[in-house]
């Protein structure tokens, strides 16, 4: 039985970060199955990258996702403002499970939101508990959980 079997009972859970089935955007996975890199374009032609890097000395990786276009040269982490949000954290939420499948000794993950540039006095960014509240909702037997601006999500 595969990992993500015995957390869902179902190979794949149903991803939904709102009642509306979201559509997702092609992946472009690495070009070896277990990389860390993958790639996806948004229907505006925004590119971004979502990688996963080790924490050292432990099985917890940090997902980190971003834009890759010219425009956003000065600001990989930009707002893009293009009303894709749902579409494009739905797939990053694809691009995890596909890491998950690939990597199941990896039981924990971590992630930070960037603040907007006028929110640097809250605590914890708009945009990590936007990517929390999609977290729980995918994934509801996993232990989901912010400490500062860092999200957090951990399978039992």
């Not at 998950?100 to 914890?124: A, C, I, W």
Request: net charge neutral.
């Amino acid at each position: 039985m595969g990992f993500l079997k015995k957390i869902f009972g179902q190979s794949k859970p149903e991803l939904e970060i709102n009642p509306s089935n979201v559509q997702r955007f092609a992946i472009i996975p690495p070009s070896i199955p277990s990389g860390e890199v993958y790639f996806f374009t948004s229907a505006s032609g925004v590119e971004y990258e979502v990688r996963f890097g080790k924490i050292k000395d432990t099985l917890a990786r940090v997902v980190n996702f971003n834009v890759l276009n010219d425009e956003y040269a000065d600001d990989e982490y930009a707002e893009t403002n293009k009303g894709e949000i749902f579409k494009v954290v739905a797939t990053v939420l694809d691009i995890l499970i596909l890491y998950m499948e690939q990597h199941p000794l990896v039981r924990s993950y971590e992630f930070n939101g960037e603040f907007k540039d006028d929110g640097h006095e809250k605590t914890t960014s708009i945009r990590t508990r936007f990517f929390c509240r999609a977290l729980s909702r995918t994934f509801p037997g996993a232990k989901v959980w912010i400490e500062g601006n860092r999200g957090k999500i951990a399978f039992r």
